[in-house]
C-alpha cells in the first residue's frame, strides 16, 4: 500500500532514523577534502598563491586574504578534515571543513570544477546531520561516559542491597564490565534524503544533457576525445598491447554503441537508486560506472566521493536483520550494521529477514554477501559455492 504525502514527509522530518550511513560517509570524505586541498597546498608552499594568478571572484563581497592567512586556512581545513575522518569534535570539524573548502571553492571562478561543487554538497549534507553518535571517536568517548554511569548506578543500587542484608548478592550477580549498551545512532535524515536528490539529479541531469546533443547520442564525443589521447594512451600500453587495442577504441562504430550504453547507464543510475527491486543493481552499476570514468578521465575526486556517497541508499535501520554465522569476521564488515549478528561456531549460516523470511546455508551466505559494503560487489559469485 501506498505511502500517503503526509505520513512519507513525516518519514523524512520528524521520525529519527539511522545515521550510520552518513557516518561513513563522513569517513570518505574527510581524506576526500585532504587531496582536494593538496594541490592548493602545494602551490602554496611553493610560493603561489590565488593572489598571483588571474583570478575571477564569483561575488565581490567573498574577502581576499593576504597569503600567509590563506596558507593557514588551507592547513586548518586538512586538520579539520584528519578530526572530522576520526570522529573527533566530529560535527564542529565537518562545518569548518566544509567551509575551508568552500571559501576557496568562491575565491574565484577559475577555481570551479563540477566534482568540487559535488564536494561541498556532500559535505555540507553531512555537517547538517548528527552523524558523530556513531562510527567515530566522540561516540566511544560518550559509550565510556555511559557506561561509568551505569557502572556507578548499579554499584550504589547494590550498596543500597548490602545495607538490608543483600549487598553481597547483589554484588555477586552484577557484572560491570558487561554494560555496552549499543551506540544512539538515531537522529532526523531529511539530510539523507537531501543528498538522494542531489546524487540523483547530478546523474539524471548528465545523462539527459547527453541524450538531448546529437553529438553524445551519435559518439562523436566520444570517438573526438580518443582520437586525441590515443598517443598517451599508446605509451601506457606499449605497441604490442596498444596496436590491437586501439583499433578498438578508435573505431567510429565502437562509439556509436558505446555511446548510447553510457548515456543509458547514468540515466538508469539516477532513477534504479530510488526504487528497492533495482536498487542494488543500480549501486553495482554506479561503481562499474564511477571506476570506468576514474580510469578514462581525470576527475580528481569525484570517483571516489560518488562511489562513497553510495552508502546514502542504504535503508537507514540498523539491526533489524537476525544472522547466526560461524564466522567472526563478519561482524568486522557489518559497517552499515544490516544484521544482529550471533557468533556460533560451528554452525551453518542462518539469517531472518526484515518480513521474517528465512534463508540457510548457502543462500543465507549469498545473501549476507550482497548486503555488506565490501562484499556486495561480488556477491553474485560467492552465490554458487
Not at 560518550?142 to 543500587?157: E, K, P, Y
Not at 540523483?200 to 553529438?215: E, M, Q, V
Not at 571506476?291 to 560518488?306: C, K, W
Not at 549478528?341 to 554477501?369: H, K, M, Y
Request: with cysteine; aromatic share 12%.
Amino acid at each position: 500500500m501506498l505511502a500517503t504525502p503526509a505520513k512519507w514527509l513525516d518519514t523524512i522530518f520528524d521520525q529519527p532514523a539511522s545515521l550510520r550511513s552518513m557516518a561513513i560517509l563522513r569517513i570518505v570524505l574527510g581524506p576526500a577534502a585532504i587531496w582536494h586541498l593538496r594541490p592548493f597546498l602545494q602551490d602554496a608552499l611553493a610560493g603561489t598563491t590565488y593572489l598571483d594568478v588571474f583570478q575571477q571572484k564569483w561575488w565581490p563581497w567573498v574577502p581576499n586574504v593576504p597569503a600567509g592567512l590563506y596558507v593557514a586556512i588551507l592547513w586548518v581545513g586538512v586538520a579539520c578534515a584528519v578530526l572530522m575522518t576520526v570522529g573527533l569534535w566530529a560535527r564542529p570539524a565537518t562545518w569548518v571543513t566544509l567551509t575551508v573548502v568552500a571559501y576557496n571553492f568562491f575565491l574565484s571562478e577559475t577555481h570551479f570544477r563540477h566534482n568540487r561543487a559535488f564536494l561541498i554538497i556532500l559535505l555540507a549534507g553531512v555537517a547538517l546531520s548528527n552523524n558523530a553518535k556513531v562510527l567515530s571517536v566522540d561516540a566511544l568517548r560518550l559509550r565510556r561516559r555511559h557506561n561509568q554511569r551505569s557502572a556507578d548506578r548499579l554499584h550504589q543500587g547494590a550498596l543500597g542491597l548490602g545495607a538490608v542484608g543483600l549487598g553481597a548478592v547483589g554484588l555477586g550477580a552484577v557484572d560491570l564490565g558487561a554494560v555496552r549498551p549499543d551506540p544512539n545512532d538515531q537522529g532526523f535524515v531529511w539530510p539523507i534524503w537531501l543528498l538522494r536528490f542531489e546524487a540523483a539529479a547530478i546523474s539524471f541531469a548528465s545523462g539527459f544533457s547527453k541524450l538531448i546533443d546529437p553529438d553524445w547520442v551519435s559518439g562523436r564525443v566520444l570517438h573526438d576525445r580518443t582520437l586525441r589521447y590515443q598517443d598517451d594512451a599508446m605509451s601506457v600500453l606499449g605497441e604490442t598491447l596498444g596496436n590491437p587495442i586501439l583499433e578498438v577504441l578508435t573505431s567510429r562504430t565502437f562509439h556509436w554503441v558505446l555511446s548510447p550504453m553510457a548515456v543509458a547507464t547514468e540515466l538508469f543510475i539516477a532513477c534504479g537508486l530510488w526504487f528497492r527491486r533495482t536498487r542494488l543493481f543500480a549501486v553495482w552499476v554506479a561503481v562499474a560506472f564511477h571506476l570506468g570514468i576514474e580510469i578514462s578521465a581525470q576527475v580528481e575526486v569525484f570517483s571516489a566521493i560518488a562511489i562513497g556517497a553510495l552508502v546514502i541508499w542504504v535503508t537507514p535501520s540498523t539491526r533489524d536483520r537476525n544472522l547466526i554465522t560461524p564466522h567472526r569476521w563478519v561482524k568486522w564488515l557489518d559497517w552499515t550494521a544490516r544484521f544482529n549478528i550471533t557468533v556460533v561456531p560451528g554452525s551453518s549460516w542462518c539469517v531472518t529477514d526484515r518480513n521474517n523470511t528465512q534463508l540457510e546455508g548457502s543462500a543465507a551466505r549469498s545473501f549476507v554477501f550482497s548486503r555488506l559494503p565490501a562484499t556486495f560487489l561480488f556477491s553474485r559469485f560467492w552465490r554458487f559455492r
